[in-house]
């Protein structure tokens, strides 16, 4: 079984600052790893996702994370934030077994001030 | 690609009402759709895994006989609440995916049972 851990509950920032939100994760096999975005009373879009290959990983709106096997976390960034990212934010894991249960964490609350 | 859709997006009713509410992948075939719940400033909670032409998996805690699920078609998904409780008022949310690929969202379901 895999678990994930988001470390901030909420994460205030002010327009155009960069932003890191932090994720870490448990699993005794290897992963898929995920990054969603939920605004009020939508559903979860998809920001990016880490399947293999270089642990760099961009997203769509600028965002993008890095996956650290040693650390085992795959925290999210973005340089400078809009008004337009306050938003939820959610992380999310499955084995790499192809089945793509998915794991999320608590999620982070980001709010964006000018 | 990879559009979901979910309807309705808000319900209201009263106690003991039986509500459905659909999940549809239309620009792909779904081999796999779930159902979360989710409720305020929660992540969200997986209810059940339904493959096209079989019974769905429920995950653990998650009543069977409460929460029926059908998935007839490669396109279509449905949930129903039956005899709807206060209690069972959330915010309902399904993904689908294709074999060996990441889930997509819908929008989500606001259930309000007075």
């Known amino acids: 079984a895999q678990s994930v851990t988001q470390l901030d509950s909420q994460v205030p920032v002010f327009e155009e600052a960069p932003v890191e939100l932090r994720c870490n994760y448990s699993?005794?096999?290897?992963?898929?790893l995920f990054w969603y975005v939920q605004y009020p009373n939508q559903g979860l879009q998809l920001l990016l996702k880490?399947?293999?290959?270089?642990?760099l990983v961009k997203g769509i709106n600028g965002f993008e994370a890095e996956f650290n096997k040693s650390q085992t976390s795959f925290h999210l960034r973005k340089p400078s934030v809009h008004i337009s990212d306050t938003a939820e934010y959610f992380c999310a894991v499955s084995s790499n077994r192809g089945d793509y249960k998915l794991s999320f964490g608590a999620g982070t609350t980001v709010t964006v001030r000018a | 690609g990879a559009v979901v859709s979910q309807h309705p997006s808000r319900v209201i009713c009263k106690s003991g009402t039986s509500v459905k509410i659909e999940c549809r992948s239309l620009d792909f075939q779904a081999t796999t759709m779930f159902w979360y719940r989710q409720f305020p400033k929660q992540s969200l909670m997986l209810m059940a895994t339904?493959?096209?032409?079989?019974?769905?998996?429920?995950e653990q805690g998650v009543e069977k006989d409460k929460f029926l699920i059908n998935h007839a078609s490669l396109t279509l998904s449905t949930l129903t609440v039956t005899s709807a409780h206060p209690e069972d008022s959330s915010f309902y949310i399904c993904s689908a995916s294709q074999t060996n690929q990441p889930q997509h969202f819908g929008d989500g379901t606001r259930l309000s049972i007075l």
């Open positions: 339904s493959n096209e032409g079989s019974k769905a998996t429920y």
């Open positions: 880490y399947l293999s290959g270089s642990t």
């Open positions: 699993s005794s096999v290897s992963v898929y």
